[in-house]
């Protein structure tokens, strides 16, 4: 019965494209998953849901060690976590150079920090705890090149690979709304490499706001509190897509007022890197009283 579950696992692993077939996870070991991920389960429980904020951060300590532990397992690379993912973010590169176990935990009634570990496939454990620094980086967030000591926090929620100057560069999406009146919508660029991975990179054809001569290595949206403002791939247009920002009050440099203007600008991978694309969705102004192209009746 074990050796079937074993199998099922893999099967269902290789399916999803994470070439599971590679690797054997031993049926003892398969057993200590189990009981390690609903012990898991049980401290993620209290680090979201724990009366008193301040303790979220203890239990989310406590949680990083034990997912330390259990990765530990030889072969954890493979074992999917499928409770876990209820409970937290656990995303693969498609090429499925590594995977980010990655969560956000309130430290206040209106404040997150963040959370993550990047995995590589490795029999033996290779993992990169991540620091959430987003808090301290302040006006040098698009321009930095961090570590995982010291890491622009986010939840990802997609991650795209791409050559650059011939190596391979992971464009990572994600969402930070750490602090009281402001969301940040990040595209990190992240490499891999025998000294360890970077994040941050030259690969945007944006100009940097602190350095007008030199490229940005993170592109950041940051926008008001409460807004909806969208970020992501769009197949059809071959493209990464997003609201252009205004500021309400007519002060660029108060990002927490901006919100979207209802227009929509993108970014265009080529040979230089993300190409930015000015009003990649026209918006007609209609006339007062003139009915939208195609509802006419």
């Known amino acids: 019965m074990k050796k079937a579950v074993v199998f099922i696992t893999l099967l269902l692993a290789m399916l999803t494209g994470r070439h599971a077939w590679a690797q054997d996870i031993a049926p003892q070991d398969m057993e200590k998953f189990h009981i390690m991920e609903d012990s898991m389960l049980t401290t993620a429980d209290s680090m979201y849901e724990a009366f008193i904020p301040d303790t979220h951060t203890y239990y989310a300590e406590r949680f990083a060690k034990q997912l330390v532990r259990t990765l530990k397992i030889t072969n954890s690379y493979y074992y999917p976590f499928d409770k876990l993912k209820e ?10 150079a590594f995977r980010v176990f990655n ?8 404040t997150k920090r963040y959370y993550g570990a990047i995995q590589l496939p490795q029999p033996q454990l290779k993992l990169y705890g991540l620091l959430d620094y987003s808090e301290e980086i302040g006006k040098g967030a698009e321009d930095s090149i961090l570590t995982h000591g010291k890491w622009f926090g986010a ?8 050559e650059f100057k011939g190596r391979t560069v992971y464009t990572l ?28 990179a030259p690969i945007f054809a944006v100009a940097s706001e602190n ?29 990464i897509i997003f609201d252009k920002l205004v500021s309400q009050i007519n002060d660029p440099h108060r990002k ?18 993300w190409n930015y694309v000015r009003d990649l969705i026209p ?8 009915e939208p192209p195609g509802e006419a009746k």
């Open 87 to 96: 409970k937290m973010n656990l995303i693969y590169s498609d090429d499925n």
């Open 103 to 110: 969560w956000e935990i309130l430290t206040t009634k209106a």
């Open 155 to 162: 939840l990802y929620y997609r991650i795209m690979a791409n």
């Open 173 to 200: 999406f994600g969402l930070n709304s750490g602090n009281a009146i402001s969301n940040k919508k990040v595209l990190d660029p992240l490499t891999i490499d025998a000294n360890g991975i970077t994040f941050g």
């Open 211 to 239: 350095y007008p001569r030199q490229r940005i290595n993170r592109f950041v949206l940051e926008y008001k509190k409460g807004s909806q403002v969208s970020m992501n791939w769009d197949k059809e247009r071959n493209c």
């Open 256 to 273: 927490y007022t901006y919100v979207p203007s209802g227009e929509y600008d993108g970014l265009r991978w080529s040979e230089e890197g």
């Open 283 to 290: 918006v007609t102004i209609m006339k007062e009283g003139q």
